[in-house]
């Protein structure tokens, strides 16, 4: 009898409205990464942000879930249960001299197109009232992504200091992302190629501290002609439950796997037990954003 896999992978929606179908996509694949290495897969919902959270977005993510015939190992994680984690870290980072205190106003900072240049970073600012930002070190981070290849990112030049913690005190991706995957033990993480440029920061995350890194696998977005990503805020319809095969099918083909005729009249846990047994990253498309109007 083989040793269980120490394969753990996660999906980690927003609640900030209904899965649809890019929601789809990442989801999938990386269910059927994780199964298909014998692995588990867990649910993270990531609502840090209560302003955009959506009434009842929660309930229908898991209900969307379900009605797809995804199953998650364990029970399902809230951020929102963790802010006392995150502002220990914070808070511990910025007496060690790694963080700092930051009141710049979005006016200011419109000159330097998103790259911030430094303005409070030896001001010595108090906490109240400002934002928290990482001091980045002047170097390139790279790794190895399952699809889309090596990618590299001056941290200093590309990115600046960045914000871990918001003047409103909500608590910035970056960070939450990093602890909770070491928390959780996540092994491999598969999502959306629109994250790709977020993950040197995580990067330097980990390494500073001291929490071990996770491969990547990040899968092509699709698009929409006018260029958007397919997302809650662009027309994007949510999962019908009567769609489920169907739409499983097509997030499939997105994703360069092969699917079988007689699939389309089968149950969701149908389709994904036979895609599981199939699953080959080598046909994922080596691009970051996938045209809608060309799948099939």
């Given at each position: 009898?083989?040793?269980?896999?120490?394969?753990?992978?996660?999906?980690?929606?927003t609640p900030s409205g209904y899965l649809h179908f890019g929601s789809l996509i990442a989801a999938l694949a990386s269910y059927l990464d994780a199964r298909a290495a014998g692995g588990r897969w867990l649910l993270r919902m990531e609502d840090l942000d209560p302003p955009r959270e959506m009434p009842g977005a929660q309930s229908a993510i898991l209900r969307a879930l379900e009605a797809?015939?995804?199953?998650?190992?364990?029970?399902?994680?809230?951020?929102?249960?963790?802010?006392?984690?995150?502002?220990?870290?914070?808070?511990?980072?910025?007496?060690?001299?790694?963080?700092?205190?930051?009141?710049?106003?979005?006016?200011?900072?419109?000159?330097?197109?998103?790259?911030?240049?430094?303005?409070?970073?030896?001001?010595?600012?108090?906490?109240?009232?400002?934002?928290?930002?990482?001091?980045?070190?002047?170097?390139?981070?790279?790794?190895?992504?399952?699809?889309?290849?090596?990618?590299?990112?001056?941290?200093?030049?590309?990115?600046?200091?960045?914000?871990?913690?918001?003047?409103?005190?909500?608590?910035?991706?970056?960070?939450?992302?990093?602890?909770?995957?070491?928390?959780?033990?996540?092994?491999?993480?598969?999502?959306?190629?629109?994250?790709?440029?977020?993950?040197?920061?995580?990067?330097?995350?980990?390494?500073?501290?001291?929490?071990?890194?996770?491969?990547?696998?990040?899968?092509?977005?699709?698009?929409?002609?006018?260029?958007?990503?397919?997302?809650?805020?662009?027309?994007?319809?949510?999962?019908?439950?009567?769609?489920?095969?169907?739409?499983?099918?097509?997030?499939?083909?997105?994703?360069?796997?092969?699917?079988?005729?007689?699939?389309?009249?089968?149950?969701?846990?149908?389709?994904?037990?036979?895609?599981?047994?199939?699953?080959?990253?080598?046909?994922?498309?080596?691009?970051?954003?996938?045209?809608?109007?060309?799948?099939?």
């Open positions: 009898m083989s040793a269980p896999s120490s394969y753990i992978g996660r999906f980690a929606p797809y015939g995804f199953q998650w190992d364990g029970e399902m994680v809230r951020q929102s249960d963790r802010l006392e984690v995150y502002n220990e870290v914070i808070e511990k980072l910025r007496q060690d001299g790694h963080a700092y205190a930051c009141n710049c106003s979005r006016k200011q900072l419109q000159a330097f197109a998103g790259l911030y240049p430094g303005l409070c970073r030896e001001a010595g600012r108090d906490t109240q009232d400002a934002a928290i930002r990482l001091r980045v070190p002047d170097r390139t981070y790279s790794f190895n992504d399952r699809v889309q290849g090596q990618y590299s990112q001056d941290l200093s030049r590309e990115v600046g200091d960045f914000v871990i913690r918001r003047r409103d005190g909500l608590i910035a991706y970056q960070l939450a992302v990093v602890l909770d995957d070491a928390w959780q033990g996540i092994t491999d993480i598969v999502r959306g190629a629109d994250l790709l440029d977020s993950t040197p920061r995580q990067l330097f995350l980990q390494e500073l501290l001291g929490l071990p890194r996770p491969r990547y696998l990040h899968v092509p977005l699709i698009i929409q002609p006018d260029g958007h990503k397919l997302g809650k805020r662009y027309r994007s319809p949510p999962l019908e439950p009567a769609q489920a095969t169907p739409l499983l099918l097509r997030a499939l083909r997105a994703l360069g796997q092969t699917t079988l005729g007689e699939l389309s009249d089968a149950l969701p846990d149908e389709v994904l037990s036979w895609a599981t047994a199939h699953w080959d990253i080598e046909r994922i498309p080596r691009c970051r954003t996938l045209a809608e109007s060309q799948l099939r």
